[in-house]
């Protein structure tokens, strides 16, 4: 008996191809039969001997018609199933076409999953956007995948598109008055951003008496980086691409309208090979390089940006949580001196430490703050409201053009002439266009406040979703959003 995904190799295939043709022969041996049966008489002959019985000839007639079902009495006999059947039936037809035998067939190659780098994931959000405020319409999946497709040419299937609306941007499918599945951002990310908005368009708005806004990000980037595409010809191969990726560098740097911040680039060779920066860009090294690079250069008085990776968000005093020890929960307590009764158990303990648990008190910030400079994050799933991450991009595309040999003792070289190479007006194109999107967020938001926008949460929901949703939503816990990737 076959199992569902298990390979047939070529031995079993040519007997199930000996079953199937065994069946096949039987069966126009049997519609002979049938033919000469319906011929022959079942009432008496002049001698008076009756032929066959009337139920006799129809268990016969049943019994021959039966074996015309060829497909499923090899389904009987084997346990191959008939989609399966029907591949190796086209394969032996092919296989006695070229005089050869039919083999096994070789492994499918896994398909590559879909990774979508910051730009992307920006670019997918603005679609969202778009739906909402251009069109005016609920961005149902459907939509969203169809404008993905024909815009940005993504690659992937639908439930690749909704892992990412998930996982990247923060998004849920629920249930509206209309019944239809429409993608509501999570209540708590809105608030964030709506909160960000406010503080940059008070700022903006002194005029000449602003502060600087600066933006800090990190990437990376690999020795053989180039373009995926090139001019060809049949006798010009043109740049000949690297499947491994090779060493990553990575970047540190942070910016503002008028250009990159002097002396603060931060580039160093990467000793792992995880694929992810962040793995590198720790909590030491991203203190010592704000200390050491970025502190002395920045302006006075600024507005630092930065996102929520974990090294930007180390604290100083972390409060327990549910994994945390029992005995650690009541440490904590007793250090504030809170109540608790010995007998609690973690749930209550952790219950407790919910109601008084004080705000995050980040180190970075702190560093910050004591220098005289005022902190603002981004909210989660918004790179698209840092400039840098533009700036990024162009950096890197510049690095492609100029990466052709994809040499690791070069790419170094390349990488930070790039990034010289970008000017004041690069940065000022690329914070105009930051500003645009905040003003198209700042006018979604104070649209969908309006009481006209009927787009209310159906009530019909089970109480295990409430619930789900309501934990899932709090403003103070921030679990799996503020480990956030950058570039």
């Not at 043709?21 to 002959?45: D, M």
């Not at 249930?175 to 999570?186: D, F, G, P, V, Y």
């Not at 100083?316 to 609690?344: D, F, G, H, V």
């Amino acid at each position: 008996m076959s199992k569902r995904g298990t390979v047939l190799h070529g031995r079993a295939r040519e007997i199930v191809c000996n079953v199937d043709k065994y069946f096949e022969s039987e069966k126009q041996h049997h519609l002979e039969l049938i033919q000469r049966l319906k011929a022959a008489s079942i009432l008496p002959g002049p001698d008076g001997n009756l032929s066959l019985t009337r139920e006799t000839y129809a268990i016969i007639l049943q019994t021959l018609q039966n074996t015309s079902k060829v497909a499923e009495r090899v389904h009987l006999a084997t346990g191959i199933n008939k989609n399966t059947l029907t591949r190796i039936r086209r394969e032996h037809r092919d296989a006695q076409a070229s005089c050869s035998k039919v083999t096994t067939p070789k492994k499918k190659p896994r398909s590559k999953s879909v990774v979508c780098d910051n730009f992307e994931i920006t670019a997918l959000h603005n679609i969202i956007n778009s739906i909402y405020t251009v069109r005016k319409e609920i961005p149902t999946l459907k939509k969203f995948f169809a404008v993905a497709k024909e815009d940005l040419e993504f690659p992937g299937s639908r439930t690749t598109l909704r892992r990412i609306l998930v996982e990247s941007l923060g998004y849920k499918f629920k249930k509206c008055q209309s019944n239809r599945l429409a993608l509501i951002q999570r209540p708590n990310i809105k608030a964030w951003r709506t909160k960000y908005l406010r503080r940059i368009r008070q700022n903006d708005a002194l005029a000449a008496d602003k502060k600087p806004v600066i933006y800090l990000d990190e990437t990376w980037i690999h020795s053989h980086y180039t373009v995926k595409k090139c001019w060809q010809s049949s006798t010009t191969t043109g740049v000949r691409k690297n499947d491994s990726a090779g060493r990553r560098w990575i970047i540190a740097h942070a910016g503002g309208e008028n250009g990159f911040i002097d002396g603060a680039l931060l580039m160093f060779k990467s000793k792992i090979k995880t694929g992810d920066y962040h793995d590198e860009m720790n909590g030491a090294n991203f203190t010592k390089w704000i200390n050491e690079k970025l502190l002395p250069n920045l302006p006075k008085n600024a507005i630092i940006v930065m996102d929520n990776a974990p090294y930007h968000s180390m604290e100083a005093s972390k409060a327990p949580n549910m994994t945390s020890r029992k005995c650690e929960m009541q440490s904590w307590l007793k250090e504030k001196n809170i109540a608790y009764e010995e007998c609690y158990t973690k749930a209550e303990l952790y219950e407790i430490i919910q109601r008084h648990k004080p705000p995050k008190d980040y180190i970075i910030d702190k560093i910050f703050n004591e220098n005289g400079f005022e902190v603002l994050r981004l909210p989660p799933y918004n790179c698209d409201l840092n400039p840098i991450e533009y700036i990024w991009h162009l950096v890197k595309r510049r690095v492609a053009d100029k990466n052709v040999l994809q040499l690791e003792s070069e790419i170094e070289n390349i990488t930070l002439q790039a990034i010289a190479s970008i000017t004041k007006d690069d940065w000022q194109k690329e914070v105009n266009h930051v500003k645009r999107i905040e003003e198209e967020y700042w006018n979604r938001e104070i649209f969908e406040d309006n009481d006209s926008f009927r787009f209310i949460i159906n009530t019909g929901e089970s109480s295990s979703e409430n619930d789900d949703d309501s934990s899932s939503d709090s403003y103070g816990e921030m679990s799996g959003i503020e480990e956030l990737d950058s570039d």
